[in-house]
């Protein structure tokens, strides 16, 4: 067998793993969680929330969803669902156990991080669906706010959300990495909650450029947002390209180190 042929073994075992813990209860909370919220200030003051005439709501209800949620949310959900799912293995001693077989250990580094890429992924595409599916239910429930009279900006929106996905992927490599490292599930949570909390506070310094844990945040207001809508900076601003040389650098550095120790 080949090394893409194990690589993609991998895949469908950690896919039936996934069935069995709590990590697809986590994707779903964390997608539905701020629709929810939103959908019930909507529904409770929608009298306070009627837009002018001519004015597209969709810009207020999905912008302000997108633009002010996302930044906090999902390096938060990235930090839990990586630590939980590798927890999973140090746990039952299987990530031992997987290294001692005789297969690439590569096809199961990479085939497990390619799954949580996917839930993220995942992620994103459900919370998404889900704000335009609860803003098509409130157009139908509640007519004046004129969300039948207009179309979502779909192009921005998939934008932001595609800056927004790769500009957290070099803090995904580094939870990766982390949570492979330690057994101790506290260790890598930890170190991941006080980063994301750093990175918050530190968006707005010049030097947070540096620091993959703020790209979340400076993603939705880059650097070099002047550029051409059809330039390559329209969906990749400089931001998600340091955010993927982090991706590359610690999911390289990661592998060999957990190669080099043998995850005992």
């Known amino acids: 067998m080949t090394v893409i042929t194990f690589y993609f073994s991998s895949l469908k075992n950690e896919i039936l793993k996934l069935k069995h813990t709590f990590a ?7 997608a539905l ?3 929810l919220l939103f959908f019930i200030v909507y529904t409770i003051k929608w009298e306070g929330l009627i837009p002018e005439d001519g004015v597209n709501p969709w810009n207020q209800y999905a912008n302000e969803q997108i633009v002010n949620s996302l930044p906090a949310l999902v ?17 039952a001693t299987a990530i031992k156990h997987l290294f ?18 996917a839930t993220v ?17 409130l157009g139908s429930m509640r007519p004046q706010l004129n ?9 921005f929106h998939i934008k932001i959300l595609f800056r927004s996905f790769i500009s957290v992927l070099g803090i995904l490599a580094i939870q990766f990495w982390l949570s492979f490292r330690f057994k101790n599930f506290i260790i890598p949570l930890g170190i991941g909650m006080v980063l994301v909390i750093i ?10 450029i540096y620091f993959p844990y703020s790209y979340s945040v400076i993603s939705m207001n880059p650097l070099d947002e002047k550029t051409s809508d059809l330039s390559l900076f329209w969906w990749l601003p400089t931001v998600s390209i340091y955010s993927l040389i982090y991706f590359l650098v610690f999911s390289i550095a990661g ?10």
């Not at 990175?199 to 030097?207: D, V």
């Open 24 to 30: 697809l209860w986590l994707t779903a909370i964390c």
């Open 33 to 35: 969680l701020i629709p």
């Open 75 to 91: 390096p938060l959900f990235i930090v839990l669902i990586t630590s939980l799912i590798i927890q999973i293995e140090h746990k």
């Open 100 to 117: 001692a077989l005789p297969i690439p250990k590569s096809s199961v580094y990479f085939g497990k991080l390619s799954i949580i890429i």
């Open 121 to 137: 992924f995942a992620t994103y595409a459900m919370y998404y669906g889900l704000i335009l599916l609860n803003g098509n239910l």
């Open 147 to 155: 969300f039948s009279e207009f179309s979502p900006e779909y192009v």
């Open 199 to 208: 990175g918050l506070i530190a968006a707005r310094a010049p030097e947070s």
């Open 255 to 264: 592998f060999f180190d957990i190669k080099r120790i043998n995850v005992k």
